[in-house]
């Protein structure tokens, strides 16, 4: 197979693609940026809690 027919390919499985809205990609862009700050707020706040631990352990 060459490189023409390749991407010729290509762009036609492409076609039968089913692309979000813009609408949908910036909710689902939004969700997913909540969604990762609120985890790292989560295991922030259990890595300081742990760290914590371990100073009043190790003194």
């Given amino acids: 197979m060459s ?3 390749y991407i010729k390919e290509t762009r ?3 076609k ?9 990609a910036t909710v689902f862009t939004v969700i ?3 969604i ?3 985890v790292s707020i989560y295991l922030g706040i259990f890595d300081f809690i742990f760290s ?3 100073k009043i ?3």
Avoid at 16 to 24: A, D, L, N
């Fill in 3 to 5: 490189l023409i027919d």
């Fill in 12 to 14: 036609g499985e492409l």
């Fill in 16 to 24: 039968h693609v089913s692309w979000p809205t813009r609408k949908q």
């Fill in 32 to 34: 997913v940026i909540v």
């Fill in 36 to 38: 990762s700050v609120a």
């Fill in 52 to 54: 914590e631990l371990l």
């Fill in 57 to 59: 352990f190790i003194s």
